[in-house]
């Protein structure tokens, strides 16, 4: 999952080897001059239709969250020490979490130390894997203290009576798209993890996790790469994570409501120079942050400049919440490339799970007989 970032150090490292040899090779010389049109990208960039061309990869990863943090209030923005403050705290605790492990630490205690880490900081991604970015999202010369920009507290809107009473009925009825619960030898009603015909579509290199692939598109831990690809007739977003690719076809209108997808149903529009995405017909299978089918968002993608899109997205199931909800975050472009994203390839981890429950069922009828 991680080539991308792996192969990029392993580039910085010869292309640092080159500036050395260029630096002695070349040193008491000027630097060639460049033309002008070569300075820097064109400030908005158009297609042959005429319409801006949004074309690029871009690098999602931010520290701004989805939903601002009680502290901040109903502060939309950073104060510049505020930013400077908490990047560095990011900075110093991924300095600190690269160091090597102690190989004679002690196992974690059972259930977890009830920390925020998997399943208790008992086990997971180590930080080497991880990529939420180093800094706050910048809008308008503002660092960002949410994604959300409504409602005005940056938090996600009640659920409803309705979706709250169908969230506890789906808690009981397992599906793809729920996440791991607590110990299976406690007492509870079976979850997606203890099944292997139910384990969730992210798990199963089904789907990116975290609405990476959108929409809305979020960024989450890692492969936070997105690709855009535009014709006259469409527009593709592919995700760097499990390669998941979205067409957006452009005018038209959407499929029958018999037919749902994943991703939904998405179709476009130009509203002067912003792309304006459209997507319904969801799935019941992908139920993002306890939506229904009747889930409803609409994207709009415009340029800010050469390097950076202004992604913005509203959500609207009145079926799940009080009232809809908007998001917005810059997209910047980056250099790096995407990679394949390979998911089970040399992964025994599944086949490692079924054989540890076949080891606990044959304890279990060992003390059954032994009573």
Known sequence: MRARLITSAVGLAAACAVVSSWS?????????????SAARPPLNPRMPDGHPDLQGTYDIATLTPLERPAAFGNNLTLTPEQAQRLEKQVADRIERAALPSDGNRAAPPVGGDGSSGAAGNVGGYNNFWIDSGTKYVTVNGEKRTSIIVDPPNGRIPPTTASARQRNAARAVQTTSDQQEGTDPGLERAPGAYDDPERRPLGERCLLGFGSTSGPPALPVLYNNLHQIV????????LNEMNHDARIVRMGGTHLPATVRKWMGDSIGRWEGDTLVVDTTNFTDKTRFRGSSDQLHIVERFSRLDGKTLLYRFTVEDPTTWSQPWTGEYTWPATDDLMFEYACHEANYALGNILRGARQRDAEEARKGANR
Do not use: F
């Open 230 to 237: 535009q014709t006259k007739d469409h527009v593709m977003i």
């Open 24 to 36: 002695v090779q070349l040193a008491g010389q000027a630097p060639p001059s460049r033309p002008a």
